[in-house]
Structures are given as C-alpha cells and as structure tokens.
C-alpha cells in the first residue's frame, strides 16, 4: 500500500531546497513603478501637444503622485517587509497631496487615492492589501478635509480632463499589472507546494516504517509506506487497527491505544493476524487534534536480537553462577590441608614436642604467620562466592554491638601500633542492641580498619564510630590517609575492584569493600564512601538491625 490518504496529508514542515539568488532589485516592483512614472510622463507631454498647457500647479501635482514610484524603482529584496509597508504608507500621503493641490476629491486627481491599494497588490504581493486600503482610506479623508479648509480651486475643464484622464489610465494599469503579478505569484506559490508535497509523499513512501493515522476509535484514516513483510492483513483507510493483530494480542493493542490517548505515547509488539510467525512492533504518539499516528514496523530483528542478549545474559549469569557454587563447594577441600599446616606450625612454634633450634622456630612461626594470611584470603573468596551463589544465610543473634566492635579493635591494635597509626573507638555509653549476624559485623569493622590502615601513612589516626542513627545501627571508620581519586571511587565495592598504586593493590584481593557491602545489603542496609584525593575517606556502613527497645538518640563518646 502506496501512499493511501483518507483524511489529508499531515502538516509539512520540509523546506525547499536554497532557490537561486535572485537580482538585487525586485523586478516586478521596478516595473510596476517605471510604468506608473511613463504613464504619468506620457500623459504630461500629451497634454501639452494638445494645447492645453498645464499649469505649475499641475505639473507639481503629477511631480508629487510620481515620487513613489520613482523610490520604487530602487526597491531592493533585501529591504523586506518593513521599506515597503513605508513606500505604500507614502504612496497614501504623496496622492492626498497631488489631489488636494488639483481640487480635493472632487478634482481629477482624485482616483490616485485608490493608489496605495494598487501599489499593496504590486509590491506585497497582496500580504499588505489591508495597509493599502486602510491608507488609501486616509488619504480619502486627508484630501477631503483638506480641501474643505483649504478651497483649492480645480483646474480648468480641459485641463481637468486631460489630467484626469491621465491619472485614471495610471490607476487601472497599476491595478491590472498588480493583479497579474499577483496571480503569476501565486501560481508560483501553488507549483511550489505541489513540489512540496511531491516530495513528502516521497519521503512518505519511502521511508523504512508504514504510518498509520488512528482515529481515537481505532479506525485507520491514512496508511503511508509499505506494509511490513510477513503481515497477511493490510492496513487500509476506513479499516480498523485491531483487525492487524491476532485476536489474542487485540485487547493489548485496543489498551495501547487508549494509553497514547491518555499519556501521549505508547509501544506494543504483537503477532500479526493469521500469521503466527510474524512479530509486528508498533509506537504510537498523540497528535494535537486527539488521535494518534503509528509507526508499523517488522518486529523479528528486533526480537531476534533481544532474544540473542537474554540468552548471552542468561548464560554469563550461569558460567558466573557456575564459578561461585564451585568455590562454595570447595570450602572443605581447601581449609582441611591448610589446618593441618597450621595445627603443626604452631606444635613446632610452641616446641610441645621437644627443643628446636631458633631458626627453625622461626620458620615455623613464618609458616603459621602465612597459614593464618591465606586462610583469611580463602574466607574472603569463599564469603563472596557464596553471597554471589546465594547460598550465604546470616545467623542472626541479640548482641551487644559494642562488643563485636571492641573486639575487632584489640586484635587490629598491634597492626596499627606497627603501623605508626592511631587507632581510637568512640562507641556510646550504653549498650547498642542488635539483632545481626555477629561474625558478619565483626567482618565489616576488620575490612574497613584494614583497608583505612592499608592507605594511612605513619602518624595518621583511623577513628572507628558506632552509634544509633535515625532508628539504625551506623558504623563509620574515617581515616587521614591518601584519599581514593574520583576514578576509583567509582569502581570500589564491586569484587575484585582496587584503589591505590601497585604497592598497595597487591596487598589484597579486592574482596574487603565488596564483602561489606554484600553483608550491609544482606541485612537491609547499604554502605557509602565519601573521600577526596590527599583528605582521606570515610566509609559509612547504616543497618536497620537495632532492636525497637534500643531505638534512643544518643551521642557518641570516646570508648577506647
């Protein structure tokens, strides 16, 4: 179906191609006001060669009704609209006076006050016929009262004549050549829509989607285009729209309609009308008179692609899925050698069997040393492979969170001191009552005073807060170290994902922020970072694990 119109084609808002340009001087104006100016000079020498000689006052009279058209003739396109709405207001003033110097309105000069309406019709194509007639109307009542007052006698009856003659020959000119080139012009301006609208069916016909215009009660007013491949019932003018999908997807389509009607647009894919292979995608926009404009459009690349990433996501999903329970599964497998190693590291530490040499003993606390090291890394990978495999479960327990918090600050004291940093708790005064998974909360404060160590220099401080907080357990550690680059900052908290220079990447897996964020959302919480690079990081992990007996603002003082 071809460019098949029922209600009209819609507006056009194409442009046509940049025209030639054209002369410097408007042509038609330039004639229009040269034959204005030779009637006038023929007319004069006529006169005279009959005998009738014209008076000063005559002359002068025909000198004034020809100086508009003698500014005509240097009438430029490039003056617009504005220079000639002044000619023709100009025109009104030059032919009052030429006819109240020959007589008012009764003289013979009188029918040049219709003037300026020729000069509109000429000059403006007709687009300022309304100023013309206002104008000419103004010098009607100009001339009239003018020569009340005044009482300018006429000329004498030859001569009137004769000048009357003359200004009725230049008025029907002027308005005939002004409808003439009226007319061409608006010949002009019809061929130029014409190609206009050539062109939009053009554009219509060719375009890779069919447009339908949609009556607000489902019947189709215009079809443009081709109908889309695959699709047995053809949209036609007076059909209905929900005669192109199956039956069964026909209540879909009937609401998408109603839903461009009310919210102004709408999407739908369906299966075309006794072609259950097919797979048509329809958009559909309100437009500004209440009804509707689809684009049809073959729907089976588009679904063929979706069902291609859907598949590619399903199965990164699995192979990922696949990686975290295998990991998971191994838990025993790799803690049960590396107790062993432990366990008899620290027999031979401890010397329980009898006397070793010092360098041994040293080995021997190197080995548990290292034990204890990649045991915390393989807790780490095990944590998060099972939080990814969703077979991580919180153990859930009434606690003290003071406790757990204190805890990890007497076991991370020695490492600090080491470190040249100052470690200090501020924990409330009374007890922060939760309901939490303690090893997972003990898990959270040690990544953090980890990492905060990791990046603090000697003579730093990492300050470790707990408190209540907007009915919610708030964990904060904030330290003065490097700070963390906008970059990075984006890319912490997902797995594996490090800040920092080489050094200090290889000091750990990646593991520690992306593990506390995991157990903050696996207790309903969430986890933010706010640092700049050389003013250190603060890292707030909020829980809504308190219980309800413990909800009471309080302020946070030095503990530890």
């Known amino acids: 179906m071809r460019n098949t119109v029922a209600d009209g084609l819609p507006t056009d808002r194409t442009t046509e191609p940049a025209a030639k340009p054209r002369p410097v001087r408007d042509r038609e104006a330039v004639w229009w006001s040269a034959g204005w100016l030779g009637v006038i000079v023929l007319g004069a020498v006529g006169v005279a060669v009959a005998g009738l000689a014209p008076t000063e006052r005559a002359l002068t009279a025909l000198a ?50 219709l003037a300026p309406m020729a000069a509109a019709v000429a000059l403006s194509r007709g687009r300022g016929l309304a100023l013309g007639a206002a104008t000419s109307l103004v010098a009607v009542g100009l001339a009239a009262l003018a020569g009340r007052n005044l009482q300018i006698p006429p000329p004498e009856p030859d001569l009137a004549f004769g000048i009357s003659t003359i200004a009725l020959i230049a008025v ?33 016909d060719e375009q890779p989607h069919q447009l339908l215009g949609v009556h607000p009660e489902g019947r189709v ?47 739908i894919a369906f299966i075309p009308d006794a072609a259950p292979e097919g797979w048509l995608a329809l958009s559909l926009r309100r437009t500004w008179d209440g009804r509707a404009v689809g684009a049809l459009r073959d729907g089976r690349p588009e679904r063929a692609r979706m069902a291609g990433l859907e598949q590619a996501k399903a199965d990164a999903e699995a192979q990922n899925a696949g990686k975290s329970r295998f990991l998971a599964n191994m838990s025993h497998e790799l803690r049960t050698p590396l107790n062993a190693i432990m366990g008899f ?20 606390e190197l080995i548990h040393d290292s034990g204890t090291h990649l045991l915390e890394l393989i807790n780490d990978v095990l944590d998060m492979s099972k939080i990814e495999a969703e077979r991580f479960e919180l153990s859930r327990e009434e606690f003290d969170a003071r406790d757990a918090v204190s805890g990890v600050l007497r076991l991370m004291r020695g490492q600090a001191d080491r470190a ?65 680059s906008r970059e990075d900052l984006a890319r912490l908290g997902r797995p594996y994902e490090q800040a920092g220079d080489a050094g200090q990447r290889a000091a750990g897996t990646g593991l520690g922020l992306s593990l506390v964020r995991a157990f903050a959302e696996l207790h309903g919480g969430r986890m933010t970072i706010e640092s700049r ?4 990081t603060t890292v707030i992990v909020r829980m809504p694990v308190l219980l309800e007996s413990a909800v009471v603002e309080r302020e946070p003082e030095p503990a530890l």
């Open 420 to 484: 040249g940093v100052q470690l200090r708790g501020l924990l409330p005064k009374d007890g922060l009552d939760v309901v939490a998974d303690r090893r997972a909360l003990k898990q959270i404060v040690l990544n953090l005073i980890s990492n905060a160590l990791k990046f603090t220099p000697n003579g730093g401080s990492v300050t470790v807060t707990a408190r209540e907080e907007d009915d919610a357990l708030e964990v904060i550690v904030a330290d003065t170290g490097v700070g963390i």
């Open 221 to 267: 007013t215009a079809v443009w285009g081709l109908s889309p491949p695959g699709l047995t019932t053809k949209a036609t003018p007076g059909g209905s729209l929900f005669d192109l999908a199956s039956p069964e997807d026909r209540p879909r389509l009937i609401e998408a309609l109603k839903q461009t009607l009310a919210e102004g647009a709408a999407e």
């Open 172 to 204: 029907v000119l002027a308005f005939g050549a002004g409808l003439v080139a009226l007319q061409k012009q608006a010949a002009l301006d019809a061929r130029s829509r014409d190609r206009q609208e050539a062109r939009l069916r053009q554009a219509l």
């Open 345 to 364: 590291s620290d027999i031979m530490k401890q010397r329980l069997f009898g006397p070793l040499s010092d360098r041994y003993a040293e080995y021997a």
């Open 64 to 113: 004034v009704g020809a100086a508009p058209a003698l500014v005509g003739l240097f009438l430029k396109q490039s003056h617009g609209a504005g220079a000639r709405g002044a000619l023709i207001l100009g025109w009104g003033l030059c032919t009052a006076l030429a006819a109240l110097m020959t007589g008012g309105v009764a003289g013979p000069l009188a029918v040049w006050l």
């Open 533 to 536: 690079l050389g003013d250190g």
